[in-house]
């Protein structure tokens, strides 16, 4: 460790840059490509299935493969969700998984 | 361009962008310090971690990156990686157009540029009820930005501040909101189709596919299932214009 808080390696630069770009590149395609399409019909139907399908890809892991509490903890945010705002039910999710992980 | 785009107060729509992201922003700071910490340990210095979380701005691609570092760095290795890793943002830019259409092309740009998992969806759900503001996406967008860098800077000074996100629950915040996003976003049986898809396709490239492919495979999975089982009279009336 150097300890040299502003080092500045030209190959770690290269591929933070790298890394840079790429992912610029994944947040203008669908943006750029879609403005070549009519959005309407099945076309539509595809776009406005976009959130709820990537955002239950992206709970998945936490919420059915990590373990019995994460799933437990999980279940009860949904049903919160449903009657509550979202602050609340989110403070209910992630305390009762800290209370669960407390106590067993 | 039309004067009733001006009918609302700059503060107050900055306020309700801010104040949405808010609890989302609490969330990442123990993950952006965490990510600091794990890239000094890997010989990254605190001005390349922080250089690195200011230009590629992508958590999860990041914390892959870090995990697979080496001196010297294997670049092309971890550009593959976070191109894959942030793959979803094709989708998410896809469906993040028609909701910022109206917004000047400044507004729009920074937004797509800059856009995470968690201004996108925060975003979306409110672009149910209304439109979008410049100054609502301003409060959304640019303190999640600059919230990234600034804790994990601090992780790479002081590193090993927070080693364990977990004891807080940190580590369930991100899901617990974006269960609440889905619960938000259903629609009766008609959203019945991307969720199930989505969700089946991405538990099982989880447990079988390295890496992250399930967000990506789970995501158009879900999106083809809402072209199938589209249906015209499930379409609904467009949203009302502001205000």
């Not at chain 1, 992206?58 to 509490?69: K, Q």
Request: charged share 10%; hydrophobic share 55%.
């Amino acid at each position: 460790m150097t300890g040299d808080i502003f080092a500045l390696d030209p190959t770690n630069l290269l591929a933070i840059i790298g890394m840079a770009l790429v992912t610029l590149v994944t947040r203008w395609a669908g943006y750029l490509l879609v403005g070549h399409v009519r959005i309407e019909g099945r076309v539509k139907g595809a776009l406005e299935a976009v959130p709820p399908a990537i955002l239950t890809a992206l709970v998945v892991p936490m919420s059915l493969a990590t373990g019995p509490l994460e799933t437990v903890a999980a279940a009860l945010t949904i049903l919160a969700a449903w009657r509550l705002p979202t602050l609340a039910a989110v403070v209910i999710g992630v305390g009762a998984l800290v209370l669960l992980r407390q106590i067993t | 361009m039309n004067a009733n785009h001006k009918q609302y107060s700059v503060a107050v729509e900055f306020r309700r962008g801010f104040l949405d992201i808010f609890p989302l922003l609490l969330g990442a700071i123990p993950f952006a310090m965490l990510l600091g910490s794990l890239g000094v340990q890997k010989g990254l210095s605190p001005l390349e971690v922080s250089t690195m979380s200011f230009l590629v701005f992508a958590g999860g691609a990041q914390f892959l990156a870090v995990g697979m570092w080496e001196t010297p760095a294997p670049v092309a290795a971890l550009v593959i990686a976070t191109l894959l890793v942030n793959m979803r943002h094709v989708l998410m830019g896809a469906a993040l157009r028609p909701l910022i259409m109206d917004l000047p092309l400044g507004t729009r740009a920074l937004f797509v540029s800059i856009h995470s998992d968690e201004t996108w969806a925060t975003a979306l759900k409110t672009g149910q009820s209304r439109a979008l503001t410049v100054p609502y996406v301003i409060g959304l967008i640019v303190p999640f930005y600059f919230n990234w860098p600034f804790w994990g800077t601090l992780g790479a000074v002081f590193g090993g501040l927070v080693s364990e996100p977990a004891m807080f629950g940190a580590d369930f915040v991100f899901t617990a909101v974006f269960l609440c996003l889905v619960v938000g976003l259903w629609r009766g049986r008609a959203s019945a189709p991307p969720v199930i898809a989505g969700g089946l396709v991405a538990l099982l490239s989880y447990l079988w596919l390295p890496g992250v492919w399930y967000v990506f495979l789970g995501g158009i999975a879900g999106t083809l299932a809402g072209a199938i089982f589209w249906r015209p009279e499930a379409n609904e009336p467009d949203r009302e214009a502001f205000p």
